[in-house]
């Protein structure tokens, strides 16, 4: 059965950091990605990581803030962040695709995690 679980969400202070993690369990996967929903909104793209690694992609709100990694294994993913803002409050949820391509539309995704809170307050 395949899983994904996430861990490492909580709440921080505006401009501290969080690293969250994505563990994959069932199979190994190609490309990955986070994603994140605030109450009320739809679903929005974070980062996404090719299976190598080497190919990543991020949202203009986040690039130069978060970084998204894989362990040489492939099957946990790592979303670090930095200089948090309270706007990126959300349940943050990983995706794994069986595609080895990168993608940013949540539907091209075909497992999820459960999701971890992110809480920013200034």
């Known amino acids: 059965q395949v899983q994904l679980v996430e861990s490492g969400g909580g709440s921080v202070q505006a401009g501290g950091p969080l690293r969250l993690s994505c563990a994959a369990s069932?199979?190994?996967?190609?490309?990955m990605g986070w994603f994140s929903q605030a109450p009320g909104k739809e679903r929005e793209f974070v980062a996404a990581?090719?299976?190598?690694?080497?190919?990543?992609h991020y949202a203009d709100s986040v690039q130069g803030r978060f970084t998204m990694s894989r362990d040489g294994t492939k099957n946990t993913v790592y979303l670090q962040m930095n200089s948090l803002k309270p706007g990126d409050t959300a349940v943050y949820s990983c995706?794994?695709?069986?595609?080895?391509?990168?993608?940013?539309?949540?539907?091209?995704?075909?497992?999820w995690g459960q999701g971890t809170q992110v809480t920013v307050s200034s």
């Open positions: 995706a794994a695709r069986r595609s080895v391509e990168i993608n940013t539309d949540p539907k091209n995704y075909d497992y």
């Open positions: 069932g199979r190994t996967f190609s490309s």
């Open positions: 990581i090719s299976s190598s690694g080497g190919s990543r």
